[in-house]
């Protein structure tokens, strides 16, 4: 048995193939539905009508016999409804043959290969060019990571020297300060022991308290505590900056010219630092100065501030 390729066509239909064929299934039937109402209303409207007539004769003659109705003709058949074929698919179309392969020919196959071998030249030197590139910024990278490594143990270095000779520094000040201090004492205990030879030598009877006439003074003038400070002033030379309300009190003996031959500390300030800085400007001050009637007073306590 053989099966059409319309019975085996079981792929659905493509949109839009029913329309013509379902619009005439839809015709055909009207169609057909028309024609049988009107036949169906044809035969029943129209009666049947039989005639009777007597015919008289000279000849007896036999009646004729009453007209027989027709049969009805039969109904029309009904049109048969094929059924719908489906339009059969259109061929695909074959491809196209390939196109005949050109004939090259050998100066083509030469101009090939040279422009095959030239862009292969021109990639590997921009791969050169590339791998160059690369090299020469990991070496800038290296570099500049050097230079900074470099900086940073400099600036280390350099840190650290600053932090020695501060404390170099400190501990120059800090002896000198020490030794200055040492000579200070050494200059006043030889004052002090050439005061006594010199009293010795004058006759004087008794110490600084004696009230012999080497001893006696009236007192000074109105206007020798401003010459004293005058004389003071410029010797202060401290490199730290002290409290306004310090006053170190400084009892200075001296000989009649007017050389510094003692002094000491008659009533500290609370700050020990302050009263060696004291103690030092009367050394650099040498000599005290005369009053207005010549003559230098001894003993003579100097009031000290730092802001004098």
Known sequence: MQVTADTLDLKPPRSGRWTVPVGLALVAHALLMAALTWGVHWKKDEEPVSFEA?????????AAPRAVQPPPPPPPPEPEVKPELKPEPKPEPKPAPPPPEPVVKQADIATAQKKKQEEKKRELEEKKAEELKKKLAEKKQEELERKQEEKKLADAKKKEDAKKLA????????????????????????????????????????????????????????????????????????????????????????????NIVSRRVSRSSGNDAWDDQALRAIDRMGSMPKDVDGRVPSPYTIGIRPND
């Open 54 to 62: 007597e015919i008289w004769s000279a000849v007896p003659r036999e």
């Open 167 to 258: 404390e170099k520094k400190k501990q120059d000040q800090e002896r000198k300060a020490a030794e200055d201090l040492r000579a200070d004492r050494a200059a006043a205990a030889a004052r002090e022991d050439q005061m006594r030879r010199i009293m010795g030598q004058a006759g004087a009877s008794g110490g600084p308290e004696a009230r012999g006439s080497a001893q006696q003074s009236s007192g000074p003038s109105s206007g020798y505590g401003g010459r004293v400070a005058a004389r003071v002033k410029p010797n202060i030379r401290s490199p730290i900056e002290y409290p306004s309300n310090l006053v170190t009190d400084i009892e200075v003996r001296s000989s009649p010219d007017g």
